[in-house]
């Protein structure tokens, strides 16, 4: 019994001891294999890191608002008679707009202002009975307060009459009309829109740390999607006084010329504002960055001719601006680095630099891609 158990032992011990020795002698061939083959090559394109003068500046969006702007109404009712304006059109304040039916109205001011001068004609003959003595100065004081009713009167009835009038309370354009001749309308119901657009204010939110930095009259920068190729400039105009308790934000409010109306209210823009001095800063491609858990870093290009290979170089980097970002430490001018096929690339792995200007990768600071 013990000797079979002994062979069996022995069995089991030569087999698993060949499985062993054979995955050893596997695993050996094959990592000499690799470590006797030669890296292959990478093509790659390669940028030199370089200097440009960047100014400090703070991005934001906001909204374009009208200088003034108003949904215009009447205070009182009645039946539209005219409509004097054209949809779209530029008016002058007060240019008549809208004229609601004023016949009754005018035909009770007739009426009025024919009491009106009864009682003046009734205050003069009084006057002079008064100097002559021949009446009381209670009698001639009557006859005053009732010429000063009829006049409050024919006022109330001049007022009510121009109630009945739109007019435009400033120059500007005007939009649809919602209003048609012959339709009744109510008091306060929606006439049509008009907007002061030259100038045009522009509002935007800034962090509280920006404050100390933010003056009237500093100059901004705005784009907005429907002219992506233009460029408009204002100055900031206010600041308002107190902050936002919920976002610790101070809204700024920038003047921006619009002679040709381009901007209208409502409209998203995209706000620069230079802040301090300009410096000199170290820039490489974004596509340049290999980014990671334990830290951003480039690949830099040696050696000459057939010989070049990279060395993985961990850098800081600082801020960015468009297709480029700024290099704070780890790197020197007029280094190259790879800018694409990073994925690739491992330390000191051989590379042919591709320098064809259709496979470089964008280095432009201030892209405007075209809004298809």
């Known amino acids: 019994m013990n000797k079979r158990m002994l ?10 001891g060949g499985i062993f020795g054979y995955k050893a002698f596997v695993d050996q061939m094959v990592q000499g294999f690799f470590d006797d083959m030669e890296a292959e090559t990478v093509t790659i394109t390669a940028s030199t890191a370089r200097l440009e003068r960047w100014t400090p500046r703070v991005d934001a969006v906001g909204t374009f608002n009208p200088v003034q702007g108003a ?4 205070e009182a009712a009645g039946i539209v008679r005219e409509v004097h304006f054209e949809n779209g059109q530029t008016v002058e304040r007060g240019q008549r707009l809208i004229e609601l039916d004023t016949r009754i109205d005018e035909a009770e001011l007739d009426q009025l202002e024919a009491a009106l001068r009864l009682a003046e004609m009734e205050l003069a003959r009084q006057q002079r009975l008064y100097e002559q003595r021949s009446i009381s100065r209670a009698v001639l004081d009557r006859a005053e307060t009732e010429a000063d009713q009829a006049r409050a009167v024919v006022a109330a009835r001049e007022a009510r009459i121009e109630q009945k009038i739109l007019r435009a309370p400033f120059a500007g354009r005007v939009g649809i009309r919602q209003v048609n001749p012959g339709q009744f309308l109510s008091p306060g119901e929606p006439v049509v829109s008009l907007q002061a657009l030259d100038p045009i204010f522009l509002d935007f939110t800034l962090p509280q740390r920006r404050l100390p930095l933010l003056d009237p009259g500093a100059a901004i920068r705005a784009r907005v999607d429907a002219f992506p190729d233009r460029e408009f400039n204002g100055t900031i105009s206010a600041l308002e006084p107190r902050l936002r308790e919920s976002t610790r934000t101070v809204q700024v409010q920038a003047s921006i010329d619009n002679p040709d109306a381009r901007l209208l209210p409502g409209m998203f823009a995209r706000v620069e504002l230079d802040l301090g001095e300009s410096e000199d800063v170290l820039v490489v491609p974004q596509t340049a960055l290999r980014f990671s858990t334990y830290g951003d870093s480039v690949f830099v290009v040696e050696g ?4 070049k290979k990279v060395i993985q170089r961990f850098v800081r980097t600082g801020r960015t601006r468009g297709d480029l970002v700024a290099i704070l430490d780890g790197l020197e001018e007029g280094v190259r680095v790879a800018s694409s096929g990073l994925l690739k690339l491992q330390n000191n792995t051989p590379v042919n630099i591709d320098d064809d200007e259709d496979v470089q990768p964008s280095e432009d600071p201030d892209p405007r891609p075209g809004n298809g």
């Open 304 to 307: 000459e001719g057939d010989e």
């Open 71 to 74: 949904e215009l109404s009447l």
């Open 7 to 16: 062979l069996m032992l022995l069995g089991v011990g030569l087999l698993f």
